[in-house]
């Protein structure tokens, strides 16, 4: 996997997190990373957090996946 701009390390963990749970090595990154943007979109927009605590988390890993996004 060739990225061009320096990730931080809140990117390179989503990364690694990414690489685990999406086994397939079919999905570029890319395709991982904009997978995983949808899953945490959807669960915010329906409200699929217990408090506020997990919404700041999903929100947290949706942004991190946003700026991600923008350099792969």
Known sequence: MA??????????????????????????????ARAARLIAEHDLESHHYSSETERQTILFFYKTLEKLLDKL
């Not at 931080?8 to 990414?18: F, T």
């Not at 685990?20 to 395709?31: A, G, H, L, P, V």
């Open 3 to 32: 990225i061009g701009p320096r990730l931080d390390r809140d990117e390179l963990m989503i990364l690694e997190r990414l690489n685990r749970y999406f086994k397939s090595n079919q999905m570029t990154t890319r395709e991982k």
